[in-house]
């Protein structure tokens, strides 16, 4: 099994930023591709941004040129830099992966798709 623990939410006014965290432990070795994903309050979940099993990145149309996925590999570890944040952005944020290493991206581009290993996912609530 694999246990994700995200880190880094909180509150912040429009325009400011803020980074997140997710670790990574357990049997981090059948983890093919990693994700953040987002829900707010009555809306279905989105996509944000999500590594493939070759490094590569895709981004969400409003994520594009204000997020930023990374992770240091080293730490098992899973970051999501969010800068120009807009009310708009307000939502439980989770971190998610999947053994299948083009799952992630597949579920950020169509919205579809379980993934295998979520977080509990740490709320971010930008005020304007």
């Known amino acids: 099994q694999v246990q994700l623990m995200e880190s880094g939410g909180g509150s912040v006014q429009a325009g400011g930023s803020m980074r997140l965290s997710c670790v990574a432990s357990?049997?981090?070795?059948?983890?093919?591709?990693m994700g953040w994903f987002r829900q707010a309050p009555g809306k279905e979940r989105e996509g944000v941004a999500a590594?493939?099993?070759?490094?590569?990145?895709h981004y969400a149309d409003f994520a594009q040129g204000r997020f930023a996925i990374s992770q240091d590999r080293s730490k098992n570890t899973l970051y999501l830099q969010m800068n120009s944040l807009q009310p708009e952005d307000t939502a439980m944020y989770f971190c998610?992966?999947?053994?299948?290493?083009?799952?992630?991206?597949?579920?950020?581009?169509?919205?579809?798709?379980?993934?295998?290993?979520r977080g509990q996912g740490t709320q971010v609530t930008v005020s304007s």
């Open positions: 998610a992966a999947h053994r299948n290493p083009f799952h992630c991206i597949h579920v950020v581009v169509t919205g579809r798709g379980e993934l295998d290993y």
């Open positions: 357990g049997a981090t070795s059948s983890i093919e591709c």
């Open positions: 590594f493939g099993g070759s490094g590569t990145t």
